[in-house]
């Protein structure tokens, strides 16, 4: 079968290009010289499928893209505590200065501006780390997000450099407010270097799941960060990803993303997917024209927007029915903490007949912590009651059958 | 059965009682006399089961917690262009300025801030309404999001209009840039009416699980709101409900919210939860320092948190298993674009045996829109394939069986 | 003799009179309907001469102009501590935020700001004035200024209350932060009643060369204001009289000066001159066109530039000879500090011959205090040294021949 | 003699030395290291004369004092048009940003900033000058300016670069802005070049009284300036040179400024003198504390604030007389156009006698250009009513006795 999905991706594509707003980056010959008719979506799930459309596998600069993924690096080599000593979490709002430093301890608001992630590239490797050690460390980490060697486009980051004046302006007044303490010269080239690492939009779409997924790259099955790391970031990214717009883009798109200067966008849904585009046409914010669209209408058409009720919406019970003297209660999906209260709530309310009660979890998708807490919980205090209490778990998705006072739930192999 | 969640609500009441920082509100009489000891949690679930523990049917005033559902209610009444023009969504970020109007065009940066719900205030009941009239059409909505007849505490209005003077200035701005017609004093007071509206911690979690549930009140079961006007409610608490501190309460908590200077907290969780609290004490910036402690308890000890992957993930695909020529396709869970994919991923990677298929979707919780249109498409092409195609769905749950081409799928009561 | 100031001042009306830009403020009836080719200059020694060129007796409303005035009454009245209680005294820069408050202590950054005017104007006559004594009490010292009964314009006052939001925003501001107490109402009234004072050009200058004179009204000859009071509101308008502009002004003027949104222009040399321009056509930034114009013109032509080496220079000695055995000094002009260095200095510096020394002060305008105290000094000190000292004073204009040792010194009526 | 004012210095000195309060620069080495007990003032006259007490020969780096004399140095070299494009001359207001960039054009706000004087030191010399050029260039005319060879503290400079990193900071951003072009650490070693002249509190008294003086180094008599470069020069310094607080130093001193950190502090009054202070103890804004008691002292006591009506008042006419058919007319002082009026009124007040009007000048100190034009047009005027008039000016202090109509004035050498 050849899957719908590449064909939904390639429509996508087919119906933005119309769209010739935009230009290329002119401040460099680099950025100058990309075609501007290169144009690619790539989606990564949390379960390692890519499904990519256009050109995918053609090579650009992460550029700003880098920032949530070296913020991420930094929280899990050194903890939120040192991370938030150099940076905040807080969106810039307008923006209310030339460097957006705090105005009461200098710290750079947030992470996804420049100030912040000058400031957080030099937490990787230690303060007393060599440019190149630093970079390495920060590819190296890359790559293994990505599951390829990614490279440095040396070339690029010297264009950059010659350009840097703004990123070396921010520096000096980081170095002036004792926020980092490396030569100037060397934390731009650090921080430009990390911009410069080459991807492809099917490389951003995987590094974007390992976010969504809580740190599990979802293609190599390998733990790169924890869930909290993870949390973190995309928290940040949800309230400054977008820079000034970005009250109008959760609002309108719902998807945490951050955007980068050489035409690349992802955004992250949590625990579903890692979505990316690339095309260099970027509008007077720096955002990729074609990037936006297409987010809008993934958004849109895909149900993805995080402030939906749409997809989160799991009822926990499937039925109660009575056989006999038997009650069976039959769960299904997800059953975590919102679900676990749906099956708590209908065992209260129904007035249980019979003399059994039988919990069918055959349906269930999984349970998190506290779903199998709580309806392990709820199955003791009805076995308190009087009621013979039994689970059927075919599959043993339970996993786990002892309760809070040390007695184990009795199980049951077939259905009345 | 007693059901375990109100034992866990109560426990952690226990847990922050201990907490006796922060003061109640003084500016006003009726807020000074507030007992400061008074505690309350309540959650209600987009199934609309409502659990509540401590002093959770006290009455207080919504204050800002009014915020929301106003502009709510105004998006539901003008649409989002007429909103937008007079109020926009962003994040304010450390305040730029002593009235928080955008520098370019006068309007307040967004609804959670008092100019920008004053602005918002006004395009309720139209540009020539009474005050009366105006606030009585707030107090019934706010009444059916509640379920119960909600009233104005008038005493503690006309309170706080004697030291309405930040208001009044605000109100005054607004009239000289043209974002309101209003009297200014007729506008803080109709503003202000909104925000001395009485309510319970308990009615507070309904109205959150009213946004929470996409626009349907959970208990009533009544369609007030559309989804999109929840989608950009959320979107707004999400990035503006905590002000200043917006960034690091998405980070650490994760749950859009707001709080109102009586003491009163609310979080939604899309899809899952409306939140609510209650302590008047308050911290330096106004939020309940208690309110703030269980809402961190909530998010780490349920998983709630929304950049979390846990509660999200759904693999769709159950089991594949061969029967003679049959090949049957157990689904589970919730069938949305992610799930879908994983379905036609499974799909298309086995090299399906026999001759016929069959998609078991009696586990199954649910289909939205595209995970439906991708499954029936996937069958669509295998059967081009010259594959058997059948659905098992002995409920129902597909509920539509044509495909793309005008075909429809076969069915298939009995499984192999 | 005809005079030819007033033909010079022609000159300059005529010359101006070609500069078409701008337009008349348009946003109450009473200044829209204002005769844009309107044109007036006038100008007023310190010794109270007034020279008008046009439409110098033109009624119009000072607007911002009477803002020095009462800043100067308050100091008069309440000193200059209870007032920089109020409101301080720095320039607004760019303005920083919409209301330009001090985001430190929350007082209007200086008295030429409506800010500042507004809690300035409530000083007036004690908090617990009427607005109608506060006002009366402006209009009578008004008068006393420009030395006739002065009239308010209540129609344009009440014009202007109409569209007063912005006012009326400052004023429950300022309530707000406690800097002023009275109705927001009733201090916007009081503001706008001292704004709506009728007056002509002549009275403009004759008001202005009062405060240049150091608080002698010229033409009464009455002593209004002390001359600390004219110093301090002197200083202020040239750091802050022309808003954002203020700069540039001093560069290319040097005149303190203020303006008023009807089309008056003051300006106010030290020790000199009042000066006045009445045309009613404003710049984008509120002043009038033709008025900048002309006081461009008379800082050029006439020298009147504060910063200037010019008009200061004042040597004290005119010639030092020798009759026989006496040595003649001729001093000349003002003798304040920088001439009786150049006395003293030049005592020093000569080989004094002969035996008698005769200090001719018959060609001195006038002593200061310090120049005095000098003089005397060092004829003290040369007749120590054994010199016989003599003055020769016909018309008295020392005054006062006490030495520091308390001896005096002689005269000698006649030269030799 | 012994003078009085040397004594009256030392006075002042000894009256502040009580003042314990500030601390010396701490930030480098070299100003850590200074004696804190340092104190000296000096006045030098526009005629040259140079009053010094306590440690006026000691030697000390100019800092920000420099940012003035640059400034001049680049409206000579480039005139005011270059300058303005490079640097704004409004006061900076509360610090309304960490670089003070004008937020429309980008350009500083004006050059008593550091980003100011920055973007103007690189105009001096042209832009393609090697740092070394550019700096023998201003200390070549910084030496001009104090009357002998000054020297640059090569030490001191290269420990500021150390720690330089505001500057650089600052430096980068201007070339970001296109402001500046030179490379940024050259730009900022250019810079703080100029900060470590090394000059002593005498010197500064006479490079201010070069201001004072129009552009006429006082005790060398060479012109270095023009009056306009002075003027610009003395503006901005009266508007920005005391940063924060130039409002209430204007008001309180009123003496246009300017300090530096290591100690130094000049103002300058226009046309009369240059005064310098030194004490190394600064106050938390960086002026050194007892300079600014010396300022205030002096301000008071010698009654130089340029606001004060004192030492501007000049009336021209020191008597009429009637010897028999000659009516006699003394003029006095020096005749600007205030004075110039003043003759020019009693001439039109008076109803003359006689046939003969003499205009005795010979107690006038000189005339300037409006002053002259204007008496020699009011004394033609009286010719054409008839009046034979005659001018007395033994020693030629009219100059020129040419009227408007190409006829001359006779001249009179005995009074009758």
């Not at 991807?199 to 790259?217: E, F, W």
């Not at 990316?276 to 849109?300: H, K, W």
């Not at 599959?395 to 786990?400: A, H, I």
Request: charge should be negative; include cysteine.
């Amino acid at each position: 079968m050849k899957p719908p999905i590449p064909d939904y991706l390639t429509d996508i594509l087919d119906h933005v290009r119309g769209e010739e707003g935009g230009d290329v980056a002119g401040y460099i010959r680099e950025l100058r010289d990309a075609d501007p008719d290169l144009l690619a979506l790539a989606l990564c799930t949390t379960s390692g499928h890519v499904y990519a459309a256009g050109d995918a596998d053609v090579e650009f600069t992460m550029q700003s893209i880098s920032k949530p993924f070296v913020y991420a690096l930094a929280l899990q080599e050194l903890g939120p505590d040192a991370v938030n000593g150099v940076v905040g979490m807080e969106p810039s709002g307008e923006a209310f200065n030339e460097l957006s430093l705090d105005q009461n301890d200098n710290r750079p608001v947030n992470p996804m501006i420049n100030a912040g992630a000058i400031a957080v590239n030099q937490l990787i490797n230690g303060e007393d780390s060599s440019v190149e050690d630093r970079l390495e460390k920060i590819r190296a980490l890359f790559s293994r997000l990505a599951g390829r060697e990614l490279q440095v486009d040396h070339g690029l980051c010297a264009s950059e450099m010659a350009t840097a004046d703004r990123n070396l302006s921010i520096a000096h007044m980081l170095r002036n407010h004792d926020i980092i303490h490396d030569e100037a010269h060397d934390a731009v080239l650090s921080y430009t270097g990390q911009c410069s690492i080459l991807v492809t939009t099917r490389d951003l779409s995987v590094m974007s799941a390992t976010l969504a997924g809580g740190g599990v790259q979802p293609v190599t099955g390998e733990r790169i960060l924890t869930p909290e790391v993870c949390r973190l970031t995309l928290a940040v990214m949800s309230s400054a990803g977008m820079y000034d717009g970005a009250g109008r883009w959760m609002a309108g798109v719902g998807i945490p993303a951050k955007s980068g200067v050489a035409g690349g966008l992802i955004g992250t849904l949590p625990g579903q997917l890692g979505i990316a585009t690339f095309s260099p046409r970027l509008d007077s914010q720096g955002n990729s024209v074609r990037g936006v669209r297409i987010f809008e209408r993934l958004s849109r058409d895909m149900g993805l927007h995080l402030m939906s009720a749409d997809h989160h919406s799991v009822p926990g019970v499937r039925s109660i029915t009575r056989e006999g003297d038997s009650t069976i209660i039959r769960l299904q999906g997800t059953i975590n903490f919102t679900a676990a209260e749906n099956i708590l709530h209908e065992l209260g309310d129904h007035s249980l007949g019979g003399k059994e009660l039988i919990l069918d979890v055959s349906r269930v998708t999984s349970f998190n912590l506290m779903g199998r807490r709580m309806v392990k919980e709820g199955l003791r205090r009805l076995r308190e009651k009087g009621f013979a209490c039994a689970i059927h778990d075919p599959e043993g998705v339970l996993t786990d059958l002892e309760f809070s006072d040390g007695t184990y739930a009795d199980t049951v192999a077939v259905l009345p």
